[in-house]
């Protein structure tokens, strides 16, 4: 297994090319080999989900000395920030009339930075073994094991998947023309492409991609769309202005290609079904979020999310913790800014749990700074 140290500085895109499936480990983070090729890696606060929210868990344990680690089952930080729509602006994060989604994280990676967090990413947690002492073993897909006093859930919508269009062949071309989420625009300049959805993704990118590629044609099932108004109107504008395709009572019932696709069939109500030669073809049906192994934890669930506490957004499971998009209570919004507060508040609570005999002073970052985390040499002790 290799380890790395995340490059400081690493944007969300270089980050999609440049980081397949790796496992990186903070030098920080202890690492003991439990077996010739099995690693226990040891943090403070074994984070599950490197979104937003997430993230920011590390800069506010950071400044209570507390370690992070974190498991990631996509290739690169950021959850729906980076894998949904990083080119998108944001406009409620506090202090950033806007910023880019992309660029709001590439900011808290470099905000966590001085704390050396731990990520293993493109793994998938599974599953939790209480240890008598206490603490938690985490053990995911890929066999990777992580030790904890303290887990916090910041897995999202769970593990999300793209609402397939029911196409038998779609998955032969999946990454070879058939993109079911856009990271960067510009990869269609110039190309031919077919959108596909009648909801706010296939309107938002219709537009922007209207600018980018050379033809663009929304194919919706239905008259009427279900995204924003404004976006309806300027999607209709466009069309009429001959910008732009759009093509409703119809789907896409075939594709058609050599190793990469070539040609989508269109099946209109009216007119029955028609080839079109494409370079692209990008449905956006919404994500569909499965809670997958966390469901089996022994948490209480609500409608796909995990019930907390609000003093300090724990579990029903002492040592647990859910914060951002998962948790649930009276009252939640599934906003950015929400999540950084229950980070805040979470972390406190972890550090009474791992130290109860230690006091806890309240500083503001203004008065102590950040004082970052050295860099030990990397401890890997065989047991
Ligand atoms: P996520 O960003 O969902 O990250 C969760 C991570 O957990 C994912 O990377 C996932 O892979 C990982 N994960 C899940 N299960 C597992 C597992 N078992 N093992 C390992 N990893 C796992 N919010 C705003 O505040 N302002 C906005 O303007 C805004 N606009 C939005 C626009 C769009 C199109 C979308 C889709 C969302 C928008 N949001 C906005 C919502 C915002 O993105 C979420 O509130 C935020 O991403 C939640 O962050 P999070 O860290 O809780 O989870």
């Known amino acids: 297994m290799r380890s790395h140290v995340f490059p400081a500085g690493l944007g969300v895109e270089d980050s999609i090319s440049k980081l397949e499936k790796i496992t990186i480990l903070s030098h920080f983070n202890k690492s003991n080999h439990i077996s010739n090729n099995i690693i226990m890696i040891q943090t403070d606060i074994l984070v599950i989900g490197a979104g937003p929210c997430g993230l920011f868990t590390a800069f506010e344990a950071g400044l209570l000395k507390l370690r992070t680690h974190f498991v990631d089952t996509l290739p690169i930080p950021g959850g729906q920030c980076a894998e949904i729509y990083p080119k998108k602006p944001i406009y409620d994060i506090p202090g950033f009339p806007s910023i880019l989604a992309g660029d709001l994280i590439d900011n808290l990676m470099k905000q966590i930075e001085p704390f050396k967090p731990g990520f293993t990413l493109g793994e998938r947690a599974e599953a939790i073994d209480k240890q008598e002492d206490g603490s938690f073993i985490l053990t995911t897909n890929k066999g990777t094991k992580i030790q904890a006093p303290v887990i916090a859930i910041a897995a999202g919508l769970g593990c999300f998947e793209p609402r ?179 980070a805040t508040l979470m972390v406190q609570s972890a550090f009474k749990h791992i130290y109860p005999d230690k006091k806890l002073s309240f500083k503001y970052t203004t008065v102590n700074g950040v004082q970052g985390f050295e860099e030990p040499k990397e401890e890997e002790v065989n047991v």
């Open 164 to 342: 397939k269009p029911p196409i038998s062949n779609i998955v032969q071309f999946e990454d070879k023309g058939i993109d079911y989420i856009i990271r960067d625009p510009q990869k269609y300049a110039g190309k031919k492409v077919v959108v596909a959805g009648g909801g706010d993704s296939a309107l938002d990118w219709t537009i922007i991609l209207a600018d980018i590629a050379e033809e663009v044609t929304l194919v919706h099932r239905r008259t009427s769309f279900r995204g924003a108004l404004d976006s309806v109107e300027k999607v209709m504008d466009l069309a009429k202005s001959g910008k732009i395709n759009v093509i409703t009572e119809a789907q896409i019932t075939g594709l058609n290609g050599n190793g990469v696709l070539k040609e989508v069939v269109i099946k209109q109500k009216a007119t029955g079904e028609s080839p079109k030669q494409v370079d692209n073809f990008i449905p956006l049906f919404g994500l569909s979020p499965k809670l997958g192994p966390i469901a089996e934890w022994g948490l209480n669930i609500n409608k796909n999310a995990i019930e907390v506490d609000t003093l300090d957004y724990s579990t029903n499971v002492k040592g647990i913790y859910a914060i951002g998009d998962i948790n649930t209570y009276e009252g939640k919004l599934k906003l950015i800014l929400c999540g950084f507060h229950e």
